[in-house]
């Protein structure tokens, strides 16, 4: 039966008119603020000629046509985990085909939390650079001088500081004020149509083909002409909060408005019969006078909605990634009782200085633009590598069919990212915090891997006597009468050695019940099942928890709840006249042990594999334990650590001498 929260979400998910507004606040703040800077860029120093807007619209319509609308809304969209979406969920339905696929989900993710660094300044600076048109604030508010800048950050700080409140009560208001904006840049954009309506004729791709191909240097306007698509991921990363069918019909309008708004800054711009933009944002000018201070409140309400839109896709895509091994075990906490609403304090701090840096380091949002870009179109790739195999060997498409959409997605994506690298080259500093993640990344995946394969595992069979004859031998204090530990084995007749040893030979550990945990990570999102075995009636048991990527892994409540099912149905019994296992008065002497591996000097490692190991637990320093990861209680856990040997040293040169006793 489902919840009130899950019911809440499937409501949400379904098509209705509060779905369709919830839709237009949660997915479409980053590219529904594209018109801010797009045509600014397209334009830049250039001579403004039919030509160049002209084709410029024309790029932008179809842009907006082939990747947002073919490739995300009408293709990527199907390829739903369980409702679910993003770059993680699609490559948990495609890994099981093929080893490497990580490689493009780590790049992926990466570089979409690069997006989270640069969507918060890029879009609040376009915004707050406008109030240079307000009367009064010309030599003020200047692009990239201290007091703009300053404001940003300002806006930018308050913005992460309010992170760890959730966004329960604003993020009602994130749909009304999105409907506002996409009506205010459309009505905006139409006013300027109805005095050049010729301008709609750049719809026709011809136009933007004799841009890209006759215009002086018209291939490289491709890198301006793609910030019009940037927020096309979180179409996809968004699925399960809104559904696929609000995300396609809701997609009509917004694209419409954008649509309009475009072509009426080109008209705007041919009208002026003006030989350059100079400072001038086509955006802005499209508002009367009296109305300008009253538009860039909008805009600066409906950036801070995107840069929202970004922060918390970013803590989604970080607590999947810890979940599918990807980042190492960090807090996570739920600030409200909305379902899939949490908050990393510590990605909440790295995106902050992330943020601050990004401002201080380019100043203003035009130099920001390249930077921009150059992360989504990478995203952009990965995902269609992922979605090769997924329509594929998962929907088994025709391969003709493939090849096609392939060839197309391919040939566009790689000539956006041609065009953005070339503009990347005079400021490629920020690279260094997408190398950064993906470096965490790719150390942790490959480092668990090596930890995961070194992993004894002996037969269960042949221990459970000596388990048993423990557990009776009261020659040995009780160590606790329900002793816990978690394992990697899949299956029930294996055990990891190490185990096997802390309970018999480390210190024997004397138990009423020994109970085996394993957690198994669903492709599902949000699947939350349990199965027990009992080894040896009331002696020894084995639970395995079943746990969608996107549940977080709170074991010492689901036990206990485990625990009280069991008892209740007469599964087991409590002996002991102090415990009880009742709801009311639950309390039992429950231990947990924990086995935390250290690196062992031991270790003869190749460079490449001794390189893997020590970053991992340079990183793992940092990480959280294991005990706060499965949420388990200080009072009932105990941490043991173990030297971890991958791969000992086997031959020692090292000979016995004899002294001879000297005579006297």
């Known amino acids: 039966?489902?919840?009130?929260?899950?019911?809440?979400?499937?409501?949400?998910?379904?098509?209705?008119?509060?779905?369709?507004?919830?839709?237009?606040?949660?997915?479409?703040?980053?590219?529904?603020?594209?018109?801010?800077?797009?045509?600014?860029?397209?334009?830049?120093?250039?001579?403004?000629?039919?030509?160049?807007?002209?084709?410029?619209?024309?790029?932008?319509?179809?842009?907006?046509?082939?990747?947002?609308?073919?490739?995300?809304v009408f293709l990527t969209l199907r390829a739903d985990n369980r409702g679910e979406g993003g770059i993680f969920s699609l490559y948990a339905l495609v890994r099981r085909y093929v080893k490497w696929l990580y490689v493009p989900a780590i790049i992926g993710a990466a570089t979409l939390l690069a997006d989270g660094?640069?969507?918060?300044?890029?879009?609040?600076?376009?915004?707050?650079?406008?109030?240079?048109?307000?009367?009064?604030?010309?030599?003020?508010?200047?692009?990239?001088?201290?007091?703009?800048?300053g404001i940003v950050i300002g806006i930018i700080s308050l913005l992460f500081f309010f992170q760890r409140f959730g966004t329960k009560v604003v993020g009602f208001s994130f749909g009304p004020i999105m409907l506002i904006w996409f009506a205010m840049?459309?009505?905006?954009?139409?006013?300027?149509?109805?005095?050049?309506?010729?301008?709609?004729?750049?719809?026709?791709?011809?136009?933007?083909?004799?841009?890209?191909?006759?215009?002086?240097?018209?291939f490289w306007i491709l890198g301006a002409v793609f910030l019009c698509t940037t927020g096309a991921e979180a179409l996809y990363s968004d699925l399960g909060h809104c559904g696929r069918r609000n995300i396609q019909v809701s997609w009509i309008f917004v694209k419409f408005s954008l649509v309009i708004n475009y072509m009426g800054q080109g008209a705007w711009l041919l009208m002026q019969h003006s030989k350059s933009l100079g400072?001038?944002?086509?955006?802005y000018e499209l508002m009367p006078h009296w109305f300008l201070l009253v538009g860039i409140i909008i805009a600066t309400m409906a950036t801070i909605i995107a840069s929202q839109a970004l922060i918390s896709g970013s803590f989604t895509l970080?607590?999947?990634?810890?979940?599918?091994?990807?980042?190492?075990?960090?807090?996570?906490?739920?600030?409200?009782?909305?379902?899939?609403?949490?908050?990393?304090?510590?990605?909440?701090?790295?995106?902050?200085?992330?943020?601050?840096?990004?401002?201080?380091?380019?100043?203003?949002?035009?130099?920001?633009?390249?930077?921009?870009?150059?992360?989504?179109?990478?995203?952009?790739?990965m995902t269609t590598t992922l979605m090769y195999v997924y329509m594929h060997r998962v929907r088994k498409w025709n391969f003709a069919l493939i090849t096609l959409i392939m060839m197309v997605f391919i040939t566009v994506e790689v000539a956006f990212f041609i065009a953005n690298v070339a503009k990347i080259k005079q400021r490629w500093m920020f690279l260094f915090f997408e190398f950064g993640l993906t470096f965490i990344m790719v150390i942790w995946f490959r480092a668990r891997k090596i930890t995961n394969r070194y992993l004894q595992f002996v037969k269960f069979s042949e221990y459970l006597p000596r388990l048993v004859e423990l557990s009776e031998d009261t020659n040995f204090p009780k160590y606790a009468t329900h002793l816990v530990y978690l394992t990697k084995a899949d299956y029930d007749g294996e055990i990891e050695k190490r185990i096997m040893h802390s309970i018999l030979h480390r210190r024997a550990k004397r138990a009423e019940v020994y109970w085996f945990i394993h957690i198994d990570r669903a492709d599902a999102p949000?699947?939350?099942?349990?199965?027990?075995?009992?080894?040896?009636?009331?002696?020894?048991?084995?639970?395995?928890?079943?746990?969608?990527?996107r549940v977080q892994p709170r074991i010492n409540l689901l036990f206990k709840k485990v625990v009280q099912e069991m008892f209740n149905r007469g599964e087991i019994c409590v002996v002991n006249k102090y415990e009880s296992l009742q709801r009311e008065t639950f309390h039992a002497d429950i231990r947990f042990v924990i086995i935390e591996s250290f690196l062992s000097v031991e270790n003869e490692l190749s460079l490449k594999e001794g390189f893997i190991m020590d970053?991992?637990?340079?990183?793992?320093?940092?990480?959280?334990?294991?005990q706060k990861a499965f949420g388990l209680d200080n009072a009932s856990t105990v941490i043991e650590n173990v030297p971890l040997l991958i791969n000992p040293k086997v031959y020692l040169p090292l000979q016995r001498v004899d002294r001879r006793s000297s005579s006297v």
């Open 615 to 626: 970053s991992y637990f340079a990183i793992k320093n940092w990480a959280q334990s294991d």
């Open 1 to 72: 039966m489902p919840t009130s929260s899950s019911a809440g979400h499937n409501y949400l998910s379904k098509l209705s008119f509060a779905g369709l507004l919830v839709t237009l606040g949660i997915i479409y703040g980053d590219i529904g603020t594209s018109p801010l800077y797009v045509f600014r860029s397209i334009i830049g120093e250039r001579p403004i000629t039919e030509e160049l807007v002209y084709g410029g619209i024309s790029c932008v319509v179809w842009t907006l046509t082939l990747q947002t609308t073919f490739k995300y």
């Open 526 to 549: 949000f699947t939350m099942e349990y199965s027990t075995k009992e080894l040896v009636k009331g002696k020894v048991i084995r639970i395995d928890f079943k746990l969608g990527f």
């Open 185 to 218: 840049i459309m009505i905006l954009g139409a006013a300027q149509i109805v005095h050049m309506p010729e301008i709609l004729k750049a719809i026709n791709p011809y136009y933007g083909i004799e841009l890209l191909v006759n215009y002086p240097k018209g």
């Open 117 to 149: 660094i640069i969507t918060p300044p890029i879009s609040v600076a376009s915004a707050i650079e406008g109030l240079g048109g307000v009367k009064g604030l010309e030599t003020t508010i200047v692009p990239g001088n201290n007091l703009t800048v």
């Open 279 to 283: 400072a001038l944002n086509p955006f």
């Open 318 to 381: 970080i607590s999947e990634a810890i979940s599918m091994n990807f980042w190492p075990r960090v807090t996570i906490k739920f600030p409200t009782d909305i379902k899939g609403q949490i908050y990393i304090p510590s990605l909440n701090i790295i995106l902050w200085i992330g943020c601050i840096a990004m401002m201080l380091y380019f100043r203003e949002s035009g130099h920001m633009e390249a930077a921009y870009g150059f992360s989504i179109v990478i995203a952009m790739l």
